[in-house]
């Protein structure tokens, strides 16, 4: 069965696309057939993974207005376990629409019907924005990962998205669940980490994922060389942990398994 997962915050810049692209190649890697859907009309996940305009045969955009079907939009990757969705918004004109499609709440979860059966994940890289688009992606999904950044992280912003999660629930998406909270461009003897870490302990710890992130320039180098870290330098520490994080969902996710089967 297909698991669908938004790396969702309305918070810019905290490694949501990082954290999308990331998770999806080390899910890959451990040979789980995952693909990655960019709904972001910023189109960040694409130059992650070395997709140029040029390279993109069709887009979101294109599903959404129902000129073409989701298949065609799928692009391999370098990675064997890894496809792609683009979102590919080149214009104000394309992005307009986009936004007006949108307002159909089940757009997206409609199109990855006809996909999912082929996946064991489906991730998928949300804008910094609790509405419209990111809606379209909470209703397509199981579950949110929240990647939140040790140090300049808000409180608020984690506040807003449980109250949204909460809506999403009843009204559209019952079965929708907390995946995770993941700490990003961790540092581990910076006292702002410690009081970060320290207050969402205090709220959300039972949604604390074990795995942090940690801040390391490779992470942001391998996106210029168009590669997750793991296919750019595996052997450091951001590819290790990344490929933590993936062992932990996946143990998470097999233990919820067990549960119910
Ligand atoms: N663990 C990390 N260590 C160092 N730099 C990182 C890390 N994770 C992400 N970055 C860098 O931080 C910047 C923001 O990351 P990213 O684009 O993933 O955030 P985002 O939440 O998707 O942003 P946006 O809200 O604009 O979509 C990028 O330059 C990225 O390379
Ligand atoms: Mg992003």
Request: one cysteine or more.
């Amino acid at each position: 069965m297909s698991k669908t997962i938004s790396v969702c915050i309305p918070k810019g810049g905290v490694g949501k696309t990082t954290t999308a692209v990331n998770l999806s190649a080390s899910l890959a890697v451990a040979e789980k057939k995952t693909l990655l859907v960019d709904v972001d009309p910023f189109g960040a996940s694409a130059i992650a993974l070395g997709f140029t305009p040029d390279k993109i045969k069709a887009s979101l955009s294109e599903i959404f207005a129902f000129t073409h079907s989701i298949k065609s939009a799928i692009h391999r990757t370098e990675l064997e376990y890894l496809d792609f969705v683009p979102s590919n918004i080149y214009s104000i004109n394309v992005h307009d629409k986009f936004i007006k499609f949108a307002e159909n709440r089940l757009i997206l979860k409609n199109a990855l019907r006809e996909i999912e059966y082929y996946y064991d994940f489906i991730i998928i890289d949300c804008p910094p924005l609790l509405k419209g688009i990111s809606t379209n992606a909470l209703v397509a999904s199981d579950s949110i990962l929240i990647p939140i950044r040790s140090g300049h992280f808000s409180l608020e912003a984690v506040d807003r998205l449980f109250s949204y999660f909460e809506w999403i629930k009843e009204i559209a998406n019952p079965k929708l669940e907390i995946e995770g909270i993941i700490m990003t461009m961790y540092e581990k003897d910076s006292k702002v980490t410690k009081i970060s870490e320290r207050e969402l302990k205090l709220k959300y710890s039972k949604y604390l994922l074990n795995t942090v992130i940690p801040n390391t320039s490779l992470l942001n180098e391998s996106t210029f060389y168009g590669k997750p870290l793991c296919l750019y330098k595996i052997n450091s520490e951001g590819a290790a942990a990344y490929l933590e994080l993936a062992g932990e969902i996946l143990k998470n996710n097999y233990k919820k398994e067990n549960i119910l089967t």
